[in-house]
C-alpha cells in the first residue's frame, strides 16, 4: 500500500512550520486510516527531518521547494526537492548559533538512509527514509 502526499512550499521562513503541520497531519492520517504504528519517537523523528530538511531549502536556496511524504510497509521516505544543484555539505556545527551546522548530522543520525540526487531542472531532491 502506498499513500503519498505532496506539497509546494514557497520560499519563506513559515515553510518549515507548514512543513511540520503537514507531516503531523499525515502522520495521524496513516495511523487512522491504515493502522501504521506511529509511536512518539516515529512521529518527532519524521517531524525534525522534514523540518529540517524544508528549512535547509529556504536558507540555502533561491526557489520554493516540494515536501513529498510516502509511506511504506517499513516507514515513510521524505523528501525535499529544491531549485538548487548545490549538494548539501556537512559543517562543523556552530556552539554560538550564527550559522547552524547541527541539522544535516541531525538528518544522517535520525534516518535510516539518506540520499540525494541531482534533478533535471537542475535542482536536487533529498530523500530520506526512516523506518517505525
Same mark, same amino acid.
Given at each position: 500500500?502506498?499513500?503519498?502526499? *505532496?506539497?509546494?512550499?514557497?520560499?519563506?521562513?513559515?515553510?518549515?512550520?507548514?512543513? =511540520? *503541520?503537514?507531516?503531523?497531519?499525515?502522520?495521524?492520517?496513516?495511523?487512522?486510516?491504515?493502522?501504521?504504528?506511529?509511536?512518539?519517537?516515529?512521529?518527532? +523523528?519524521?517531524?525534525?527531518? +522534514?523540518?529540517?530538511?524544508?528549512?535547509?531549502?529556504? *536558507?540555502?536556496?533561491?526557489?520554493?521547494?516540494?515536501?513529498?511524504?510516502?509511506?511504506?510497509?517499513?516507514?515513510?521516505?521524505?523528501?525535499?526537492?529544491?531549485?538548487?544543484? +548545490?549538494?548539501?555539505?556537512?559543517?562543523?556545527?556552530?556552539?554560538?548559533?550564527?550559522?547552524?551546522?547541527?541539522?544535516?548530522?541531525?538528518?544522517?543520525?535520525?534516518?535510516?538512509?539518506? =540520499?540525494?540526487?541531482?534533478?533535471?531542472?537542475?535542482?536536487?531532491?533529498?530523500?530520506? *527514509?526512516?523506518?517505525?
Amino acid at each position: 500500500m502506498t499513500v503519498q502526499r *505532496r506539497i509546494d512550499l514557497t520560499h519563506s521562513t513559515d515553510a518549515p512550520a507548514q512543513a =511540520r *503541520r503537514i507531516v503531523a497531519a499525515f502522520l495521524a492520517e496513516v495511523e487512522r486510516v491504515h493502522g501504521h504504528p506511529s509511536s512518539a519517537t516515529t512521529v518527532d +523523528a519524521v517531524l525534525l527531518v +522534514a523540518s529540517e530538511l524544508v528549512t535547509n531549502a529556504v *536558507r540555502h536556496t533561491p526557489g520554493p521547494c516540494t515536501l513529498s511524504l510516502t509511506l511504506q510497509d517499513q516507514g515513510v521516505l521524505v523528501e525535499v526537492s529544491d531549485t538548487s544543484p +548545490a549538494l548539501p555539505r556537512p559543517r562543523l556545527p556552530d556552539i554560538t548559533g550564527a550559522c547552524g551546522g547541527w541539522g544535516w548530522p541531525m538528518i544522517d543520525r535520525l534516518a535510516d538512509e539518506v =540520499r540525494v540526487t541531482r534533478g533535471p531542472g537542475g535542482g536536487k531532491t533529498v530523500r530520506t *527514509r526512516l523506518s517505525w
